[in-house]
């Protein structure tokens, strides 16, 4: 989820920029974003508690969900990097600018 937040924060500062919004605007615009991507990312767990289909993530080979968490932690861990040098990281694979 991290990512994807970050990654929405990012463009909804682009195209705030891109229309001239001045910095409030941003901070507002992004913060109500956010926030109601998330309400409706935890709406969307309790329905899959409600109708019982977590079940099916049993069915997840577990290699699947290793990679995935893998690939979460190398991309926090890059970006912490990126964030105390003072450079940005948009991908797991790209180097710090």
Same mark, same amino acid.
């Given at each position: 989820?991290?990512?994807?937040?970050?990654?929405?924060?990012? *463009?909804?500062?682009?195209?705030?920029?891109?229309?001239?919004?001045?910095?409030?605007?941003?901070? +507002?615009?992004?913060?109500v974003?956010? %926030?109601?991507?998330?309400?409706?990312?935890?709406? %969307?767990?309790?329905?899959?508690?409600?109708?019982?289909?977590? *079940?099916?993530?049993?069915?997840?080979?577990?290699?699947?969900?290793?990679?995935?968490?893998?690939?979460?932690?190398?991309?926090? %861990? *890059?970006?912490?990097? +990126?964030?105390?040098?003072? %450079?940005?990281?948009?991908?797991?694979?790209?180097?710090?600018?």
């Amino acid at each position: 989820g991290l990512i994807f937040l970050s990654s929405m924060a990012s *463009q909804i500062v682009v195209y705030c920029k891109e229309h001239n919004y001045d910095d409030s605007h941003m901070l +507002a615009t992004a913060t109500v974003g956010l %926030g109601l991507c998330t309400a409706i990312l935890g709406f %969307g767990l309790v329905a899959m508690g409600r109708f019982r289909l977590a *079940q099916h993530v049993r069915r997840l080979a577990i290699p699947v969900v290793g990679a995935y968490l893998a690939y979460i932690g190398w991309f926090c %861990g *890059q970006s912490g990097l +990126a964030l105390m040098a003072g %450079g940005t990281v948009s991908g797991p694979g790209e180097k710090c600018k």
